[in-house]
């Protein structure tokens, strides 16, 4: 078999290639991260090539003419260019090669292989043998010429120097070092020819590479190799394999060993390799996806993926693609990066960049003549061939709708790129509505009639428009795209048979529709266990199931649907009356993910821990950190500038009250024991009691009271424990079990901050359940701590309670206490407390019936009929006051008591 | 014509008594109480139904709370239709014994079968992949381009002998 039929990798379109050239870069990103493929390997390397072309350039001075159509000639220029500069090649063509040379060669590839996979860390010029080679030729005659003058303007030769000429020409000081120097340059120049007349030779039978393979100057090492043969084997052939033959390989250890101190630092060879990047870069493939926006809620911020997560939202990137794109185009139409023409290389427009800074986004190099035939090793590949430039994402030529999809998507899903027309293709897809019709179409699509279940959702469509304003503008008119993701003519459809359907039946909005369906949901009457899952549970479901339809990418996401549409089309049946046709729901309650920002919620220790729940969280894990809406307003004491304080505070409250629960469901459980199993022995009783003794020692640890059986309002753990709902419950249970003393402390804790209680219980609704308690704990006051429960009983306070129902009966269980406390009291000074405590009810119940004008108190606007519980509390207040007219505090008493029932209440009032 | 995406159609379905059948073979009967995305279910005064042959038991479950996963159908029982008609039912440990015994009059089965291919030197294993490369598109270029080089290496190879 000849070699020269072998496949090569050097076959280049006139057209230049019809793929998208990002792919390959793009399946790099996917596996390793955005960002972990550094690109300036690549410039290095065209720095090399290029410096060797000019060089040649100067060597073969007159020698041959125009290299642009040489074709098969190039071969005969490389061998002349050897002839002249006497070379024995030691890189021997295959048919040249024995046996030994062959092992050689493929110990060799065994090594660089093995040297790629393995050390993906080292510098990837030192391995590159490719670069190495070149560079081990380039640096000696570099020495011998004189920078070239026919260099292109940009061209900075001093940066191929850069890597340490000396050290390079110790390093590299062989016979052979500047034998490839025109060759090189030579090929370099002509490979699109050189290809496209392999192309011709082999014609369609020669094998293609895989995808992928492609072959460029700055392509991996093992394609290098591949190119030193074809610069040695040139009239031979261009067999890639038989150049792994090349004994100039150099091990990539003593590369890197000689170039440790090298400046310039590559990619990891392995990324290297897995680059089969073009030539010319792709400059705009290159840039970094743009994987900022993160479309899931509670999915983690792009930022924080770690490499080699795999993009959600490949459409991101291909937007970001086609908007670089697109400035790329406009920048090369203005001509700012015009490359020369007649060279067979490309240029770097950067090229002076310094190596290991990566590139900055290139503009396109639209009409390279050097583009390679991206190989069609699969009969799937098969794009459209149009005259459009290899590494256009071709959706977004001007005039085309774009299709958010591009070539390389397709080719890597392995799909062949749809045939059809682009109009079609945009199907559904948010990016496909123009700036320009949305609005108009918004309202068309609001006053349409909607198939059933399909919501039409405003700006949705315009969601992603201002993020791609470039993309956007210059597109097509709209299609008539339909609601959601239907395809256009199947939404229409739709509409049609909706419309026809309108006679016989409402138009059913979805939420009708699912309304409907819920009226009849109950499948037994009267089961008492339905309606188990609320509502909003189910329309989150609901919700989720319909986020799950959502896609940018239609093509990819639901590929079945839009090819059946197509096949539908083809087939006419879509336009016919046949009501078979399925409808999908389509779902246009996309969240504007670009109004939500994923903050994290931190605080202390929480690294690591997910601090936020969504779905892929459902519960979320850290969420005491997240206060209760109720505790954030009014009246929070703990709740500081520091708000990470506040927070840890809190979770001791909470551990608190957990621990306190555990404490109180046994105590309950004994004291149920103790009180309704008389049977019970005496002696396991008596154990019973002493356990439950001993919890409530320790819930009195755990409530903090500790020792210290006297109240201080500014340290005051109950009332920490009763800001929390729970805690109310909590303290409420646990009264009972409480001596006297610290039933005490509690009730002063919550005299003291009664008025907070109240206003924090309007939404908690538990305090009603202390005051059985607490009552209790009133009952047993002696009159020294009724004093002193009433001293923090301030006016306000009292108004706040008055207002309210649970503290309108606490301050009744007071008077009538107080009544019956103080009645045989003799203290004078206790005696007088009381009578303010009195007078000061008294004082608050007038002003809080009779609110003055414009004041801020009102009449509480529900009456407190538990104060009819007291029958005597009237009396009370009416005998302290002598000096107050009892009308008046009769009147304000009975509006306090009940609105409606006046006759009633006076009544009651005089008995 | 019209119906909800994914696990959201089971939200009509909610309430109304349904047959679940799971992964492994078990049959339960209950009412559909709550569901979520994933499919999972909570089913409420469920019975486990076991058939055998002509007969058939239910075992009372109460609430069972089914993991999405193992759901192979679900579908609602007709209540009129739900006493089957050539099927009798009996109690529980009837079932019981009679499952039993089908499983044993199985496994006998199986054990004479193996018996039977150990015999004939033949002992049922897995089936084997084909002896040939597959290669998704999944492959990173890295892999593409050293399987490329692989191949071509064991290529040339061939064309030098």
């Known amino acids: 078999m000849s070699h020269h039929q072998l496949p090569t990798p050097y076959k280049r379109p006139l057209d230049g290639g019809k793929f998208g050239d990002g792919n390959i870069d793009q399946r790099n990103e996917d596996t390793f991260g955005s960002g972990a493929v550094e690109e300036d390997w690549e410039l290095d390397h065209n720095n090399f090539v290029e410096f060797d072309i000019s060089r040649y350039k100067k060597q073969l001075d007159g020698k041959e003419e125009s290299t642009e159509n040489l074709g098969l000639d190039i071969p005969k220029v490389i061998a002349n260019g050897c002839h002249q500069e006497n070379f024995q090649s030691p890189l021997l063509s295959p048919s040249q090669l024995n046996e030994e040379e062959l092992e050689l060669s493929n110990q060799q590839l065994a090594a660089a292989v093995e040297e790629l996979v393995l050390n993906s860390d080292q510098d990837q010029d030192a391995i590159d043998p490719a670069i190495v080679s070149l560079r081990r030729q380039a640096t000696p005659s570099a020495g011998k010429l004189p920078a070239s003058p026919k260099l292109p303007p940009h061209y900075d030769t001093s940066k191929s120097n850069q890597f340490g000429q000396s050290k390079f020409q110790e390093m590299f000081r062989r016979p052979q070092g500047s034998m490839f120097t025109g060759k090189m340059s030579k090929i370099w120049k002509e490979k699109e020819t050189l290809g496209l007349n392999f192309l011709s030779r082999l014609g369609g039978s020669a094998p293609t590479p895989p995808p992928g393979f492609e072959p460029r100057p700055s392509s991996p090492p093992l394609e290098d190799e591949a190119i030193l043969t074809a610069i040695k084997d040139r009239p031979m052939s261009c067999n890639p394999l038989l150049s792994l033959s090349n004994p100039l390989v150099v091990k990539a250890e003593d590369l890197e060993r000689e170039l440790q101190g090298s400046s310039s630092r590559g990619p990891s060879p392995i990324y290297g390799i897995s680059i089969p990047e073009e030539n010319p870069p792709s400059p705009v493939d290159r840039s970094l996806p743009a994987r900022s926006v993160s479309p899931i809620f509670g999915s983690p911020s792009p930022s924080n993926l770690p490499i080699g997560t795999p993009p959600k939202h490949v459409i991101m990137d291909m937007m970001h693609q086609l908007e670089q794109q697109k400035k790329a185009a406009e920048q090369d139409k203005s001509g700012v990066f015009q490359h020369p023409g007649t060279s067979g290389t490309v240029p770097h427009p950067y090229f002076s960049l310094p190596p290991g800074v990566p590139a900055p986004p290139l503009p396109i190099i639209i009409h390279t003549p050097n583009r390679p035939i991206a190989p069609n090793s699969s009969s799937r590949m098969q794009f459209p061939v149009q005259a459009a430039p290899a590494n256009f994402v071709w959706p977004a030529r001007p005039g085309v709708p774009i299709n958010p999809l591009n070539a390389q998507d397709f080719q890597r899903l392995g799909f062949g790129m749809p045939p059809r027309s682009p109009v079609q293709s945009p199907i559904g897809s948010p990016h496909t509505f123009d700036a320009s019709h949305s609005a108009g179409k918004q309202n068309i699509r609001r006053n349409m009639p909607m198939p059933p279940g399909v919501i039409a959702n405003q700006g949705f469509p315009l969601c992603k428009q201002s993020m791609m304003p470039s993309v956007s503008a210059k597109r097509l008119p709209l299609p008539r795209f339909g609601p959601g993701h239907l395809h256009p003519e199947h939404s229409k459809f739709v509409r049609m048979r909706q419309q026809r359907h309108d006679g016989r039946r409402d138009r059913r909005h979805y939420n009708n529709h699912r309304g409907q369906n819920r009226e009849g949901v109950v499948g037994i009457p009267g089961d008492p266990y339905a309606n188990i899952m609320t509502q909003k549970e189910k329309d989150w479901v609901i919700r989720i199931q319909m986020m799950a339809l959502q896609s940018d990418r239609p093509e990819i996401d639901d590929y079945y649907y839009q090819n059946y549409i197509e096949q539908r089309l083809r087939d006419g049946k879509l336009n016919s009356n046949d009501s078979n046709t399925p409808t999908r729901l389509i779902t246009p309650t996309k969240p504007n993910m670009e109004n939500r920002k994923y903050v994290p919620v931190q605080f202390v220790n929480s690294l690591g821990k997910l601090t936020a729940s969504s779905v892929y969280n459902p519960r979320q894990i850290i969420d005491l950190a997240q206060p209760a809406p109720a505790e954030e307003d009014g009246g929070n004491i703990e709740q500081g500038t520091n708000s990470r304080l506040a927070l840890s505070k809190r979770l001791v409250v909470y551990k608190i009250i957990e621990k306190a629960y555990d404490l109180i469901v046994v105590m309950e459980e004994l004291q149920y024991k103790l009180e309704n199993f008389n049977e019970v022995p005496i002696q396991e009783r008596d154990l019973l009691r002493n356990d439950l003794q001993s919890k409530s020692e320790s819930m009195v640890d755990v409530l903090g009271f500790h020792d210290n059986t006297e109240f201080h309002a500014h340290a005051d753990p109950v009332f920490q424990v009763m800001k929390i709902r729970k805690g109310k419950k909590l303290v409420a249970r646990a009264i009972p079990f409480l001596c006297q003393e610290y039933g005490f402390i509690v009730a002063q804790s919550i005299f003291a901050h009664l008025a907070i209680l109240i206003k924090r219980d309007s939404k908690d609704r538990v305090l009603h359940e202390m005051y059985p308690p607490l009552s209790n704990v009133i009952s047993l006051f002696t009159a020294k701590q009724f004093v002193n429960a009433c001293s923090f009983l301030t006016s306000f306070a009292l108004t706040a309670a008055i207002k309210d129902q649970v503290g309108a009966t606490i301050i009744c269980k007071l008077l009538n206490k107080g009544s019956e406390l103080f009645s045989s009291v003799d203290d004078i000074t206790e005696k007088s407390q009381w009578k303010k405590f009195v007078s000061d009810v008294h004082d608050v119940i007038i002003s809080v019936a009779n609110p003055k004008e414009g004041s801020r108190h009102s009449r509480p606007s529900n009456p407190s009929p538990l104060l009819e519980g007291f029958p005597n509390v009237f009396q009370v207040l009416d005998d302290t006051n002598k000096n107050v007219s009892s009308e008046k505090l009769k009147r304000s008493y009975q509006q306090l008591i009940t609105e409606k029932s006046n006759a009633d209440g006076v009544k009651m009032i005089s008995d | ?161």
């Open chain 2, 1 to 161: 014509m019209n119906y909800m995406p994914g696990t959201a159609s089971l939200i009509e379905e909610i309430d109304k008594r349904h047959l679940v059948m799971l992964r492994d073979g078990r049959i339960l009967i209950g009412f559909l109480r709550s569901v979520d995305q994933f499919a999972n279910l909570v089913l409420h005064n469920t019975v486990e139904r076991i058939h055998v042959d002509s007969v058939y038991g239910d075992i009372p479950r109460g609430i069972f709370v089914i993991r999405g996963e193992n759901v192979v159908l679900l579908g609602e029982i007709d209540p009129e239709a739900e006493e089957p008609k050539n099927l009798t039912k009996v109690s529980i440990p009837a079932i019981m014994e009679a499952q039993n015994k089908k499983k044993e009059e199985k496994a006998e089965k199986e054990k004479i079968k193996m018996n039977a291919l150990k015999e004939r030197g033949l002992i049922p294993t897995v089936d084997h992949l084909p002896p040939c490369f597959v290669f998704t598109r999944q492959l990173t270029s890295v892999h593409e381009t050293v399987v490329w080089h692989v191949c071509m290496f064991f290529f040339q190879a061939h064309v030098m002998d």
